[in-house]
């Protein structure tokens, strides 16, 4: 009966070693996996400007005159968007609408704004540069509109990268009270067992 007992007593202290171990362990991962997520949270994006050295912008052999003066800016009631007036120069009647278009297909009006302000750059740069400006307007949209995309996409693996990060932090936290739980009863448990003896 003794030796029963000191065999039961002997793998307990190895359970309960071992299940303190994994406890230790896991609240360890837990830690790094906090650290991980703090670092995943700060806040980072993809530059998305475009100049005209990202494309193939048409020289015009000519040198143009220079469609808008001066460098006021007008705003769209409709949209709440800041409009350069170089930009206004190079976009009325159907034009507009072309336009419009193309800030309808963006999602946020951050991106909107910030699709205008760098066409804005991008038409400045082509009439001092005595480009093709309609040309170079139509390959900045080409290009624009697949950075953003690739932005988007590139934010949303991030986020799905951090609801992970998420699920296996829940996860630890749940092994380490899971764990507790084990140790605290079965502590519990020898000591009960040592007072009825």
């Known amino acids: 009966m003794s030796k029963q007992n000191k065999t039961v007593t002997f793998f307990e202290r190895i359970l309960f070693s071992f299940t303190r171990g994994l406890s230790i362990f896991g609240a360890a991962a837990g830690i ?4 991980i997520i703090a670092i995943e949270m700060i806040p980072t994006h993809i530059d998305t400007s475009v100049t005209l050295k990202d494309g193939k912008f048409v020289y015009s052999a000519e040198r143009q ?27 009325t009647g159907n034009n507009r609408h072309v336009l419009d278009g193309w800030l309808d297909s963006l ?4 991106q909107k704004q910030d699709f205008i302000d760098n066409l804005s750059e991008v038409i400045s740069s082509a009439e001092k540069q005595h480009l093709d400006v309609t040309g170079s307007i139509n ?15 590139w934010n949303a693996e991030q986020a799905s990268k951090r609801y992970v990060l998420w699920g296996v ?7 380490i009270s899971l764990m507790s739980i084990l140790l605290v009863l079965m502590a519990i448990e020898r000591n009960t067992r040592k007072t009825a003896q």
Do not use: C, T
């Open 107 to 110: 999602s946020s009006e951050d």
């Open 139 to 153: 390959k900045y949209k080409e290009i624009k509109l697949s950075e953003i995309q690739r932005s988007n996409l």
């Open 32 to 35: 790094l996996a906090v650290v």
């Open 169 to 175: 932090m829940a996860g630890f936290l749940f092994f």
């Open 65 to 91: 005159d220079s469609a808008s003066s001066g460098s006021n800016v007008q705003v769209n009631p409709e949209a709440g968007l800041d409009l350069p007036n170089n930009i206004n120069a190079y976009f």
